[in-house]
Structures are given as C-alpha cells and as structure tokens.
C-alpha cells in the first residue's frame, strides 16, 4: 500500500486519475491526502471550497480488491458508509444523504424540527481496472458548517481525545496559534484513517511540504471479508430515511421536470432508488 501527502495540490482526486494514466499496472492500493486544494471536486462537476481546516483524501484500488457482491453504482454509498462510521467518533450526529454527501443533523429547538446541513461528499470515478474514490470534508470554519461544530470549546469527549492525542504529537511549544491546532487535528485524523486502512504507522511527517509511506500490507481481507455490500447496505437501509424531507428532480410521464420528496423513494439492492416508478443513481 502506498501513501503520498503533499501540502498543497490542485486535486487529490485528479493527481489519482493522472497517475493511473500513466501506470497502468499498479497492483497496491494508493491513497493520497493533502491540506490545501487549489481546484477541489464537488458533487456534480461543481467545485468545492476550502474552509480553515479540511480533509481531503483520494484512493485508488485495483476492482479485484473490492468485494464480489459490490455494485459499481453503488461505490459512494459503500465507501462513504465506511468512513462515515469513522467520522461518527468525531460527531455522532454526521449522516450520509443518498447517494454520496455528508450532513450534519441539528436539533433547532425554537422550531422543534431538525435541520441538515452540508459538510463534505464522496465521489467516485471508475478508470478500466481501478476506481478512485475522494472524500472532502469541512472538519473546521467560521463560514460553513463543519465536524467540529463548535473548535473553540472542543466540547465533545471524543473532539477532546482526538483534540489531544494530537497535540501531544505535533506540539513544539506552549504557545500555539489556533492555526496550529487545526493542523493538529487534520495529522491526526488522518493518520487514524491510514491505521483504518491496515497501514502499520507510528507516526507520519505531516509538517513536511511531500512525505511518501509505503507498507506491505494488503486490504483485500479489509474489504472482501469485513465490509462486503450486503452488511453496509443493511446498516445504510435503517437510516435511509433521513433522506425523506431532500427532493429529486425527476420528468413525469409528460416530460415536464419536477420536485419530489425522497421520503417517496424505495431504497433497492443494489443501492438504486425506485421513485415515482423511475430508478435513479443519483439526483440532479
């Protein structure tokens, strides 16, 4: 397996796809991470903007790495249910909206109703025998809502843990500048995702501007054994229904395009959606 960070880049995700185009024969998985993107991916071309402190991430896998049961449609939802469970250590209250875009859910007291709001996405890209999938996500800002809702308090336990383990690691003086700690916390999450991926790492060099890791570890039983499409799916099936107050666009029988509540859709097997007897792979 092999893990490249660079501190500033245009794209993790496109530095994946360029790579594949030029070696075509790479066998081990390949994960690249970066602080900073100059031209991040969004959700349906769009671009997504930097905030003070993200997580942006990319991987290639060779397809014989994924499980057998997996449907190609479906990498988002299968990827982004796997981490979203790490994501969950962070914030409890992070979900996955079909079919590939993080959401924080929010108690509104005053309106007795929960509000959802935007923090990152998944996408996916298939490239003959590899897939690449990139996460973005907002872990700290003052203009978006972010996985640390609330940096200067830290007060949840699990921020706090996360909060100093990594402190413990990158600090090299007692006065730290607030910059510092987000870094602090990026390091660290990124480094619980490379021990989340089979990486046997003790620590990385993140304050380096590029750092390589290379190990001899494989996720073929990581993935094959432990996370097969059946168990995700049944474990993203008993959330499915937040979805229900999002809307699709989809054409009526007159060809006329309009809005309809997810909480009409049906989730199927293969992680496709049976709307106003239409199914669909994703929104628009």
């Known amino acids: 397996m092999l893990f490249y960070w660079k501190k500033y880049m245009e794209s993790t995700q496109k ?10 024969n790479l066998t081990t998985p390949f994960v690249v991470a970066t602080k900073e993107q100059s031209s991040g991916i969004g959700s349906r071309g769009n671009t997504w903007q930097s905030v003070e402190c993200g997580l942006y991430f990319s991987c290639a896998l060779h397809k014989t790495l994924l499980p057998k049961d997996l449907p190609l449609q479906s990498l988002s939802i ?10 969950r250590e962070i914030n409890p209250n992070v979900w996955l909206k079909w079919p590939n875009d993080f959401y924080i859910q929010q108690d509104d007291i005053q309106e007795q109703y929960k509000t959802n709001t935007k923090v990152g996405g998944i996408l996916t890209h298939n490239l003959k025998d590899f897939i690449v999938f990139g ?10 809502c972010a996985l640390f809702q609330d940096f200067s308090t830290k007060d949840s336990l699990n921020t706090q843990n996360i909060y100093t383990s ?7 003086n007692g006065n730290v500048l607030q910059n510092q700690q987000r870094d602090w916390i990026l390091y660290a999450i990124i480094e619980k995702i490379l021990d989340f991926l089979s990486f046997n790492i003790v620590k990385c060099n993140f304050t380096n501007d590029e750092y390589k890791l290379e190990c001899n570890n494989t996720c073929v039983v990581f993935l094959q054994e432990k996370f097969s499409w059946q168990e995700i799916f049944k474990k993203y099936q008993n959330e499915f229904y937040k979805n229900g107050n999002f809307k699709a666009h989809i054409n009526n029988e007159n060809g006329i395009t309009q809005e309809v509540f997810l909480r009409h859709a049906k989730l199927q097997n293969d992680g496709s959606i049976l709307l106003h007897n239409k199914i669909l792979h994703s929104l628009r």
Do not use: A, R
Request: charged content about 15%; overall charge positive.
């Open 78 to 87: 299968y990827f982004g249910f796997i981490f979203l469970e790490i994501f």
């Open 166 to 172: 990594s402190q413990k690691k990158y600090q090299k």
């Open 135 to 144: 996460i973005g996500l907002n872990l700290v800002s003052s203009n978006f």
């Open 15 to 24: 530095f994946l796809l360029d790579f594949l185009k030029t070696n075509p």
